[in-house]
């Protein structure tokens, strides 16, 4: 078998048999106002962190939810888009799918406000995703592309860039590794397909992300997710994952690099009541100014007495420089 058909097969037994904790979130499920989460589907969040980002779903967009799980997020997505077929779901487990579609009857008949066609379930898989060129606003992924092996990731993103509308939005989540996972633990299908051993470095994780096109890439939230240790994973050194929130734009690449935002901002303090770096960055006296990383670095080589640059918050909102 390869290691999608285990991935496929874990699955399969996890739609029929919830597995609490299975990908372990950090983070209580997001709770929204009038929003009921049946039981079933809590204890089948196989997510971890969120792709709900509220202030990325102005305009009731079209959502696009790639290995629909429980159907948590995609009734989460629905909350805010709330018509027929606002929010197409797939995933080519026919268990997971059945379970998805029984979930969602169960909140339809415990939130007055969900009809179940708000989603619409369909086979499918992220290497081939059944929708048209540039037809949605959102796609979304929770916990399910850090599984791919780097080929068939870029194959994932590059098919995510397709689907999107231009200035579209691919929101994921996923575990990262803050170093190399050794070989022997990549290569254990099982382990692969829990979320515990397909994780990137974030630098890796990013620059895929470029790779498939995206011109802006926006850090939501990073924090730790589980830790690996010498006991059970024959390690040296034990190695901690974190789970991170984020945001690319389907937007060209500018042609100096893509902008990374991870929470940087830039804060002027020279003589003058500003500074203008004459490539669009002006910046007010004493004000911090949210900058991609990119910027930073520019500003920081260039104006080292008169511009502070602050760390990386690793949470970041919105606003900027580019
Ligand atoms: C870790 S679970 C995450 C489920 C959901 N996103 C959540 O947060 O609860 C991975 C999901 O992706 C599905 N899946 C597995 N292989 C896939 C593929 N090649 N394409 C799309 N979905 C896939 C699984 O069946 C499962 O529903």
């Not at 929003?35 to 962190?49: A, D, F, H, R, S």
């Not at 037809?135 to 850090?146: E, G, M």
């Not at 974190?242 to 830039?266: R, Y």
């Amino acid at each position: 078998m390869s290691y999608l058909e285990t991935t496929a097969q874990f699955y399969a037994e996890a739609a029929e048999t919830p597995q609490i904790g299975l990908c372990c979130v950090s983070t209580p499920p997001l709770q929204l106002p009038g929003l009921k989460v049946p039981e079933i589907m809590q204890q089948m969040n196989y997510g971890c962190g969120t792709t709900i980002h509220p202030t990325e779903l102005f305009g009731e967009p079209t959502v696009l939810y790639i290995g629909v799980g429980g159907g948590l997020e995609a009734l989460q997505f629905a909350y805010f888009c709330r018509k027929p077929s606002a929010v197409i779901a797939i995933d080519p487990v026919s268990e997971m799918r059945l379970a998805a579609a029984r979930n969602l009857q169960f909140a339809a008949k415990e939130n007055d406000w969900f009809d179940a066609n708000f989603v619409k379930i369909l086979e499918g898989n992220a290497f081939e995703l059944p929708m048209p060129d540039a037809s949605v606003d959102v796609v979304a992924q929770n916990c399910l592309f850090n599984i791919f092996e780097p080929a068939d990731l870029q194959r994932a993103l590059r098919e995510a860039h397709r689907v999107l509308k231009p200035g579209g939005r691919l929101i994921m989540s996923d575990p990262i590794a803050t170093r190399p996972i050794p070989l022997h633990l990549q290569a254990d299908e099982r382990l692969r397909a829990m979320c515990l051993s397909g994780a990137m470095t974030y630098d890796e994780y990013i620059q895929q992300s470029i790779d498939a096109g995206f011109g802006q890439v926006e850090i939501r939230a990073r924090r730790p997710y589980r830790l690996l240790d010498i006991h059970n994973y024959d390690l040296e050194q034990s190695l901690l994952l974190e789970s991170l929130d984020s945001v690319s734009f389907k937007v060209p690449i500018p042609s100096d690099g893509a902008c990374v935002f991870t929470g940087k901002t830039a804060i002027y303090s020279g003589a003058e009541s500003f500074l203008d770096d004459r490539v669009g960055h002006v910046l007010q006296r004493g004000i911090p100014s949210a900058v991609c990383d990119k910027t930073a670095t520019k500003l920081a080589l260039n104006f080292p007495q008169e511009v502070t640059i602050t760390d990386s918050t690793w949470h970041y909102n919105g606003g900027g420089c580019c």
